[in-house]
């Protein structure tokens, strides 16, 4: 039986006059042909012999196997040209141009010596992914990049200011994207913008989570930022554009919610604004009487306790802070009662 299907030949193949003139050839042949009964030479039904240099159109599977040597090697000598070409003609469901399986080795493999090639190109016309890469290994990669010289492993780019080069995402809760090392001085994953931008960036839309996260399991810092670019600099810096606050150190057991330390001696810690300390206020002496009591301050044996008058009181100032750690209360004492009610500041520190 015969089909009347046509191939399509790789894009840029242009018939030549030989070609031409083997099909006007091959056409008039078609027609004697007709007219004494006998089979087209332009065309090859199931169980004809191949013909070089013709479309060889039929209805069944054509295999070719080789028991010590390649299957089927297709060579191209033409710049341009492609030595082996598949294409899927089906219209409804879609089919495969090209398909390649192994039992213990690569399915399909490329290569190329050419330093501006690839050794496998996927390239899709449409909306779709020009390479993908699936698998339902639970320790495997859907798609594996390797360099065993000095370049990357995988590489992704992108023309476009509002696309990435490289996006993972992981629609089951999972992490989009994962970097492991064993180095003991390179980062897992690391960010580098040749522009103006940050190196890495992250974003949440959480009342309860970071946009970037660290964690260290190991005793060291969870995040660290350094700065070498000058005196204008932060090694970190924390900015909130609404209400919250630009930076939150949190600490239990004996550790610091914040430590500001200068490795030289100089200025470990400075403030530009107000200051707000938890253990600090402002209390009022009644008048004729001689002292006040604070409560509720957390206390140590190291807690040192500051007070001073908030308003001129000639002959009156404070003798005493008396603290009672017990009862977490410390009392204020002048030197003689007040007429009239006083206001006295205190501060703890340690």
Do not use: C
């Amino acid at each position: 039986m015969k089909s009347d299907a046509t191939i399509q030949r790789p894009p840029g193949e242009k018939p030549s006059r030989r070609r031409f003139l083997g099909a006007a050839t091959a056409g008039l042949a078609v027609l004697i042909a007709r007219g004494l009964g006998r089979t087209s030479s332009a065309r090859a039904d199931d169980g004809d012999p191949v013909k070089l240099g013709q479309d060889n159109i039929a209805n069944g599977t054509t295999q070719i196997s080789s028991s010590a040597q390649n299957g089927f090697v297709g060579y191209a000598q033409a710049a341009g040209r492609i030595g082996v070409w598949g294409q899927d003609g089906s219209v409804a469901t879609g089919g495969v141009g090209v398909k390649g399986t192994s039992a213990f080795g690569d399915g399909v493999q490329g290569s190329t010596s050419a330093t501006s090639g690839t050794g496998v190109l996927g390239e899709h016309t449409g909306n779709g992914p020009g390479v993908r890469g699936t698998t339902s290994s639970a320790t495997s990669s859907g798609v594996l990049g390797e360099n065993t010289g000095l370049g990357d492993g995988v590489r992704g780019t992108a023309e476009d200011a509002a696309s990435s080069g490289v996006t993972g995402e992981n629609t089951a809760g999972g992490y989009g994207v994962t970097g492991t090392t064993d180095s003991a001085t390179k980062p897992a994953v690391w960010g580098n913008n040749e522009g103006a931008g940050p190196g890495v960036e992250g974003d949440a839309d959480s009342a309860t989570n970071a946009g970037v996260s660290g964690n260290n399991v190991g005793g060291g810092d969870g995040v660290r930022g350094t700065s070498s670019g000058g005196s204008t600099g932060s090694g970190v810096h924390g900015e909130s554009a609404s209400n919250g606050n630009g930076v939150t150190g949190v600490a239990s057991g004996n550790g610091a919610g914040v430590l500001a330390e200068h490795a030289d001696g100089e200025t470990a810690l400075e403030v530009v604004g107000k200051a707000l300390f938890s253990r600090s206020g402002i209390a009022t002496i009644p008048g004729n009487q001689a002292s006040v009591t604070i409560s509720g301050v957390d206390l140590t044996g190291s807690s040192g306790i500051l007070a001073t008058l908030q308003k001129l009181r000639p002959g009156r100032y404070v003798i005493a802070v008396v603290p009672d750690l017990g009862a977490n209360t410390f009392t204020i004492h002048l030197n003689n009662a007040v007429n009239n009610n006083t206001k006295v500041a205190w501060f703890v520190f340690g």
